[in-house]
């Protein structure tokens, strides 16, 4: 089986996930039949059906259809988290993923450059500051 297609990506994170197909199905609202020809690839799911399955596995749209090889989705920031993991963590996969979109469009290399530039521009500020507040220096 083809590792770049969406059945054996779907098949991979369900068995990561030490889910049944059964499971999975119940969980993405399809039989378990269904569900196995999409991991045998006899059948492709589309729109919604992606995007359920997306969820349940969570990872992205962008993994199961091959658009990205990084099968973990971009975490939402809470008050408990330390912001300089999830931004390191995001300017990886900037790096990573191609098809990258903004409002729907897709971005050119430059867009996607001076968006990667300008985060790790941040990161280095956020760093700095963060130095100088730890270890101020006279004045």
Known sequence: MDNNSIGYRILNLRKKKQLTQKELAGKVHVTEA????????????KGEIINRIALALNTTTDYLLGRSNNSLPIRELDDNKSIDVDLDT????????DGLRFHGEL????????????????????EEMHRNKVNPTKQ
């Open 107 to 126: 971005i050119d290399e430059q867009t996607r450059s001076i968006i990667l530039k300008t985060l790790i521009h941040a990161r280095e500020i956020a």
């Open 34 to 45: 269904t569900m196995s020809r999409y991991e045998n690839n006899l059948r492709e799911p």
């Open 90 to 97: 995001f300017i990886e996969k900037l790096e990573e993923v």
